[in-house]
DNA sequence: TCAAAAGTGTTAGATTTACACCCATGA
DNA sequence: TCATGGGTGTAAATCTAACACTTTTGA
């Protein structure tokens, strides 16, 4: 061993940028900086890589330490690692993002950390480069949504057609034509229609879909 | 100060897959490992992050010790962090790519760092997770010269349009149409043709092209 | 003279976009 | 009864993909 002993160490830490879906708008779940140097700054969760895991794990455990959930969907940004990128120390960042349903976010496990689900268009100024890892998550997932049905993780399991089209709306970050929309998924054979009907949304009622895993990946021909 | 002491540090290093483009072909330059561990494997370049630059200065300073080469086209892929990635310690490498004109690239400087250019259809097994850095560079790579005119750094400044259709279809895997192809180029102002002829290539002679980077900045419709 | 690469338009088909009205229901 | 969101099809415009022959010139 001793092979690299003549090169600097630096610390390496995990960001994670959570998004959600709710009221119609995209969100980040950020928080009060509990920790010095910034203590009480809004930040990203995030924490340090051990010597015995891996980055995916680390963040993935980082995930689950906040949220209480397992399996999210969940990819990585990138790393950053600017010298002076954190205030105290040499530290390089691997921001990663991902998807929950905030409906599954148990709301005390939330107030716990002490984070807040921010819309995405109003965020205040971050910690650090925060702001930069979100604006850089938040284009990869434009991006992936356009060619991966990754938006079913923000939704609960049953969603209306307008739920759906409201998520895509909100990530795009533009209207979409209800008839063309609605024709494109009709296309896409594995967003199913149940026989349930959401009473919530309208006085009408709205059909509920599920997104069948399983069909897609038969015939993964996804397009937005 | 010693803000974050509990913490474990870790090494942290850079590897950059070179592109070059040469004979039709899509190259990576690879060269045999001169540490250990794993001296003598086939392996991509890289180094250490020093305690006082930052990554990208790291892979910058990595590229131009390789190369002489500065300013060149170059972006992060990402960071591999699995534990036991590297043979000997545990160390988290960030990728990045780069993209340099074969030509340009002096001889002997090549022969000193003992590196080839390699097709990447036919790479030998690499160090470590050195394959999956190169897959996954690969395509990035690809997806932005999508939508980015990036090729141009893979070419000399003065180029024939069969070379330029060679290049994209090297990148994108796939023959492309000789016409459309160049009615394409067409309706891109910013690919100027020059009045210079290129004799090398054909007995007839083919017009010789270049980017126009000014005439792009002022409009970007770039699309392949 | 012939092999090898350069250069050049048109058309059918596929995809994308725009657009407006009726329906069911709870308040 | 009326305001609200649910649900449905068509036509024009645009974009994409397929396709073949003439030119020039060095060997």
Redesign the interface.
């Given at each position: 061993?001793n092979?690299?002993i003549e090169?600097?160490?630096?610390?390496?830490s995990v960001d994670v940028i959570i998004f959600g879906f709710d009221e119609g708008k995209l969100k980040v779940l950020i928080g009060r900086r509990q920790?010095?140097?910034g203590r009480g700054a809004w930040s990203l969760y995030g924490g340090?890589?051990?010597?015995?895991?891996?980055?995916?794990?680390?963040a993935a455990r980082t995930l689950q330490e906040l949220t209480g959930l397992k399996n999210l969907y969940m990819r990585?940004v990138?790393?950053f690692?600017?010298?002076d990128?954190d205030p105290?120390?040499?530290?390089?960042s691997?921001a990663y993002y991902a998807l929950i349903n905030v409906k599954d976010y148990d709301e005390s496990l939330r107030q716990e950390h002490s984070v807040e689900w921010v819309d995405i268009n109003h965020l205040p100024q971050l910690y650090s480069d925060h702001n930069a890892m979100v604006s850089q998550a938040m284009r990869m997932m434009q991006q992936k949504m356009k060619v991966e049905p990754i938006g079913f993780r923000l939704l609960p399991q049953l969603f209306t057609l307008t739920q759906l089209q409201r998520l895509y709306e909100a990530v795009g970050g533009q209207e979409i034509d209800k008839r063309n929309f609605r024709k494109r998924i009709k296309e896409m054979g594995f967003i199913e229609k149940t026989n349930l009907i959401d009473k919530v949304s309208s006085k009408r009622g709205a059909a509920l879909y599920r997104f069948n895993k399983k069909v897609y990946n038969e015939d993964p021909n996804f397009k937005l």
């Open positions: 061993m092979y690299y090169y600097a160490k630096v610390w390496v920790m010095d140097p340090f890589v051990n010597a015995n895991e891996g980055i995916d794990e680390c990585q990138g790393a690692g600017a010298v990128r105290g120390e040499r530290v390089v691997i």
